[in-house]
């Protein structure tokens, strides 16, 4: 029997990059193809994570007669990439197809294509990375997932403090108030020392704390994995041994709260607490917070105003399906949002809108570069921002498979200027065009730089319940 030709049309081709191949839309001509055939087999995904809480995804691919065993693959690959890294887990259960089951756990194995995945995952939950096969649809672990309240809490004396990778900020607030604020130029990424973090953070924190009466409460926002407040991955310490890492790193924020006489702390993902800042600016729910800088960072609130758990590493999720794209050096993998919604993403534009960036500057000069050329009107940088545009609106769509989206933030440094303005315009387009439903459910926004700081530290401070003293 002849294999089913599948052909994937996005109705905009990004100005730079032609061979853009937009994972929501490679996997719905996926889909429809699998339906037209009508020979499908189902697929039952589930990934449990800590607290026993397990996701389930339900899909289905092609029949073993119609010879799409390559295309099978390919769809199921970067959906369990995908879910794992939006869920994150330390255990897959697949019910499928058991050729399928054991090309997937080849990937996942030592030294296959998505090692790295896996190794990362056992680093955060601390648990071997496993994918284990059922022939039978029961024996697969139930649905559990929970939420919990998030934030917002603003009574008593409370310490924000926001660990960036260049600067580091805290606040201290009365009952909601900012009395005192700062941003203080660090190093943390390029110290193998973590007495310097140590010191660094306490520092901040014993600041914040001569402005208040007492300290009732301590958020810390920042980029990296966090369990029971503990840190598992972290770039900040990224140069960090791993023994030192193991002995001073993971209960760092906790080892400060302690000898600060035992505050009660909430360390959060920077991407979580940029969308409560959110939340709490917009008085609204179903909030997906997506900063463009360094990486691509994220962080979600549900329906109820309260966080998931998941992961929403969006860096590693992959949004474009064409094997020749861009490679995340860290990972090895292709087509990740790091190399899309990031300062790569316009690095790795320039050349191709005619823009020569000199080798000698760092990222973050580059950037600037482009930046004050679009600040000029140049219609070269014009057009990088018009393509990250359009990734932006075609990658929204493929995030709205898995979140329930009222409400995208879009922040970071790569969105300063009239790039910013740029790339929402034309994500906009895209889903004015493509996705008409998800338009008129989907609003866009752009807060003011000087306003999400602040908003920033006050939604930090407000993440732990305050001590009843």
Known sequence: MNAIKITARSKIIPVLDPHFQPAIIENRAFLDAVKASGKSVAVIITIEREQQQVAVYHTEIFDADQAMDENNFKYI??????????????????????????????????????????????RVYEKKFEIDFVDDESKL?????????????????RIGFDAGGSDRKVAALDNGKVVFSEEVVWHPKLESDPDYHYNEIRAAVTKAAEYLPRVDAIGVSSAGVYVNNRVMVASLFLKVPPVLFEQK???????????????????????????????????DNKILGIAMGTSEAAGYIDK????????????FV????????????????????????????????APVSGIDLKAELTPAEKLKVVQELMAQGDGRARKIFETI??????????????????????LGRVTSGEGGKLIIDNARKILDLEFPKLAEEIIFHLPDESDRRVGQAIAAASLAVADSR
């Open 318 to 349: 992959p949004v474009d399906f064409d094997a020749s794209a861009a490679v995340d050096e860290w990972s090895g993998d292709y087509g990740c949002g790091v190399k899309y919604f990031s300062q790569d993403a316009v690095i790795r534009l």
């Open 249 to 283: 790193v993971k209960n760092i924020f906790l080892r400060v709260a302690a000898e600060l006489g035992n505050i009660p702390i909430e360390v959060r993902n920077d991407g979580d607490v940029t969308a409560l800042a959110g939340a709490m600016s917009l008085r």
């Open 389 to 410: 545009g359009c990734y932006l609106g075609y990658a929204v769509a493929y995030y709205a498979e898995f979140y329930e989206i009222k409400h995208v933030l879009i």
């Open 77 to 122: 690959e970067r959906l369990l990439k995908t879910i794992l890294w939006i869920k994150g887990g330390w255990k897959v259960t697949f019910y499928g197809p058991l050729s399928l089951y054991h090309d997937l756990k080849a990937a996942y194995s030592p030294g296959g294509m998505r090692s790295f995945d896996a190794e990362f995952m056992s």
């Open 304 to 315: 109820e105003g309260s966080i998931t758990g998941c992961l929403n590493e969006l860096a």
């Open 141 to 157: 672990p139930d649905a559990f997932e929970k939420a919990e309240p998030f934030g917002k809490n603003l009574n008593g004396y």
